[in-house]
């Protein structure tokens, strides 16, 4: 059992950047590979990057790749999701969620999801 919870979210403008922070319980985090999702309203949920449980390989969606970086620490149990050059259409409630697949990007894949955060940029 894994529990997940997001904080970081906030407001910010186009152009800045903001760090999600995912922290787990439990003793098993360094197994599951970890991923972030974002909801935009009216919208699927869709993948945004996903990290190894090792941390060693990562992979990202089109759309942020090159602007967000994930990253993990074993640990202290928390990934990370740096976000750079946000823009409006980054705009959703963003959920971290683990998964002993890796890469998986579709939501079934992930047994374990967090309560989420909202990041809104303001154009």
């Known amino acids: 059992q894994v529990q997940l919870v997001e904080s970081g979210g906030g407001l910010v403008q186009a152009g800045g950047s903001l760090r999600l922070s995912c922290a787990a319980s439990?003793?098993?985090?360094?197994?599951?590979?970890m991923g972030w999702f974002r909801q935009a309203p009216g919208k699927e949920r869709e993948f945004v990057a996903a990290i190894s449980a090792s941390g060693g390989r990562t992979y990202y969606a089109d759309s942020v790749k090159g602007r967000f970086t994930i990253s993990r620490n074993n640990p202290e149990n928390t990934v990370y999701l740096q976000m750079n050059s946000l823009k409006p259409e980054d705009t959703a409630v963003y959920y971290c969620a683990a998964t002993r697949v890796f890469v998986a990007t579709s939501t079934p894949s992930y047994n374990y999801w967090g309560q989420g955060t909202q990041v809104t940029v303001s154009s």
């Open positions: 439990g003793r098993t985090f360094s197994s599951y590979a």
